[in-house]
């Protein structure tokens, strides 16, 4: 109960096409969904992150959209550029309990941008 | 700002070998957590820490324990060590928001390499 699912695995998106990353969770006590995007040799960098009381937010080119009913958020990037190519995990934690913040995180998706 | 700093950034240990990782969180956090990142299992959550005292930990053995100082700097260690811990050990920081880690400031990493 504690997964996140992330799909696809590998993304190639063409410059200036969008790319859209997706995850589903199941523990309905998660609340606070963050995205990180990390490159080769550097640690996750967190992007954006949304809580269950709104269904989208956008920071530039990064937008999270978020279905509570269905249990699904996803990242999506409008004018992907080469300089976007990285890995991006999104992830879940939720505060109650012994928690504490503890980010439970997604298999990461490879987005390569070509030119 | 100083970003969240890990010391040593590569390591080489003997299998039955134990080693100590360190972590200085940015200034004016005071939760640390530790997480692990292996390309087999992904980003797994190790421990956090606040206030010198570890309020959660993750599924792992105990070989594997940490800490913190007063001025929030956090140390990780792992005794007997085996040839699956080679890993990057990320450290990241966080402000509380209601005694919860939410938005968590990762560093570059600590690539362990066991042999």
């Known amino acids: 109960q504690q997964q996140v699912k992330q799909s696809p695995q590998s993304l190639i998106v063409q410059k200036g096409g969008i790319s859209i990353i997706n995850c589903a969770y199941e523990n309905t006590a998660f609340d606070y969904f963050p995205w990180y995007q990390q490159f080769p040799g550097k640690g996750p960098a967190l992007l954006i992150a949304i809580r269950p009381d709104v269904s989208e937010k956008k920071e530039g080119r990064f937008t999270i959209s978020f279905n509570k009913s269905a249990k699904q958020f996803s990242l999506h990037i409008m004018d992907s550029q080469p300089g976007d190519s990285a890995t991006y995990f999104c992830?879940?934690?939720?505060?109650?309990?012994?928690?504490?913040?503890?980010?439970?995180f997604g298999q990461g998706t490879i987005l390569t941008v070509h030119p | 700002k100083a970003g969240v700093t890990q010391t040593p950034r590569y390591l080489i240990k003997t299998r039955g070998q134990q080693v100590t990782l360190s972590c200085s969180p940015i200034s004016g956090h005071r939760s640390v957590s530790w997480y692990q990142q292996t390309p087999g299992q992904g980003l797994q959550f190790l421990f956090e820490y606040f206030s010198e005292t570890q309020r959660n930990k993750g599924n792992f053995p105990g070989r594997f324990s940490g800490r913190q100082f007063s001025n929030s700097r956090s140390e990780m260690n792992v005794s007997t060590l085996e040839l699956g811990d080679s890993a990057l050990y990320l450290c990241?920081?966080?402000?509380?928001?209601?005694?919860?880690?939410?938005?968590?400031?990762f560093g570059p990493g600590t690539r362990l390499t066991v042999t």
């Open positions: 992830a879940a934690s939720q505060a109650g309990g012994t928690s504490y913040g503890k980010l439970t």
């Open positions: 990241a920081s966080s402000l509380l928001d209601q005694g919860v880690a939410r938005e968590q400031y």
